[in-house]
């Protein structure tokens, strides 16, 4: 089962409100990544996961916080965003490690921030 | 100079053609290296991984160079449905480098 599920598949917020991304796999792996994609370009790196311990912060504002309860769950909570943060936000995960790890991603959750 | 560097395109191919896409990266390090397809308003789909004694599967053969650091995506006798952005993806040690993305359109 190759599957990482995301939920909510859409989401309409306005700035001052909070809200969570959630995202979750049950493939074993222990690597798991936020990614921001814009249209036409490819996904950005936001944060990553390893062994539920955060490894990788890309310099993202602190308006997003990740979370990563336990090995199969990954959440993102968002508060105060700013319309340019509408996108569609990816989750992904893989086994840790170095060795040839692919990489298998969520179908997203579309953000509009009004 | 970008990490991995792809040609944008679209490339515009009839059905039934071949096509090739290339992808460059510049650390030489690079551990593992994967081709992606995405289709609009998708997430991105693994492909196939690339390795180092090239790989075929189906209509698609993959390709490394690792002296000249690139990799190759051939797609023969190309289908109404290979119509997407293929994405070049490169593992470093901790994180994984996306390319650009080159959109395909194959024309009936």
């Known amino acids: 089962d190759t599957e990482v599920t995301q939920t909510p598949k859409h989401l309409v917020m306005g700035m001052t409100n909070k809200k969570s991304l959630k995202c979750e796999q049950h493939?074993?792996?222990?690597?798991m990544y936020w990614y921001k994609q814009k249209a036409k370009k490819p996904p950005e790196l936001m944060f990553v996961y390893s062994y539920e311990k955060l490894s990788i912060n890309e310099s993202v504002p602190s308006r997003f916080s990740p979370e990563c309860p336990n090995s199969s769950l990954l959440n993102l909570h968002l508060h105060a965003l700013q319309p340019e943060d509408s996108a569609l936000y990816l989750c992904?995960?893989?086994?840790?490690?170095?060795?040839?790890?692919?990489?298998?991603f969520g179908p997203g959750t579309r953000l509009t921030v009004l | 100079r970008k990490e991995v560097e792809q040609d944008p395109g679209p490339f515009n191919v009839p059905e039934g053609a071949t096509v090739a896409f290339n992808c460059t990266y510049s650390?030489?390090?690079?551990?593992?290296f994967f081709w992606y397809r995405q289709d609009c308003r998708k997430e991105p789909k693994l492909l196939m991984s690339?390795?180092?004694s090239g790989n075929e599967d189906g209509r698609f053969t993959a390709q490394l160079n690792r002296a000249s650091q690139y990799i190759s995506l051939l797609i023969r006798d190309s289908k109404l449905s290979d119509s997407a952005t293929y994405l070049c993806v490169v593992r470093g040690t901790y994180k994984y480098i996306f390319g650009t993305g080159t959109r395909l359109k194959v024309l009936a």
């Open positions: 690339v390795y180092s």
């Open positions: 650390n030489s390090a690079s551990q593992s």
């Open positions: 992904a995960s893989s086994q840790a490690g170095t060795s040839y790890n692919e990489q298998f």
């Open positions: 493939m074993g792996h222990r690597a």
